[in-house]
């Protein structure tokens, strides 16, 4: 299958869908890991294909080099998935999900905050690079 914008915006609208019901059954407060934990449940519900707390390769000079980073999700191969439950996402957390899409070669990728009032309003921010701006829309 053709990786396209339609495609991976989709995805994107389902996962964020996704996170607002965890959400709302959890309201904020909670850690992290507890929602991690629910949303792995709500995507396997949904019938999402992912893999959570995702190993991220890294060759280096052409050795494969264990950095240990792990992105929360990666989801169907094209969108990477970061979950937070801070007050406040700041610069570094951008920069960590952009290097998370450039080390795995996708074009997607969301930072959830669930330690707010409302996910869809103030709870998430989408990152897209090159690679998304290159795709095919249909």
Known sequence: ??????FINNIAYQVIGSAIEVH??????????VYHRCLERE???????????????YCY??????IELRCDFFIENCLVIELKAIETILPVHQAQLL???KLLD???GILINFNV??????????????????????
Do not use: A, H
């Not at 000079?61 to 264990?66: A, C, E, F, P, V």
């Open 43 to 57: 995507l396997q519900l949904r019938k999402i294909n992912f893999v959570s707390e995702y190993r991220i390769p």
């Open 106 to 108: 996708v074009p997607k």
């Open 99 to 101: 290097t998370y899409m």
């Open 117 to 138: 009032d409302n996910i869809y309003y103030e709870g998430q921010q989408t990152l897209v690079n090159e690679l998304y701006r290159n795709l095919p829309e249909k």
């Open 61 to 66: 000079k052409g050795n494969d080099i264990n």
């Open 24 to 33: 709302k059954v959890l309201g904020p407060g909670l850690l992290e890991s």
């Open 1 to 6: 299958m053709e990786l396209t914008k339609s």
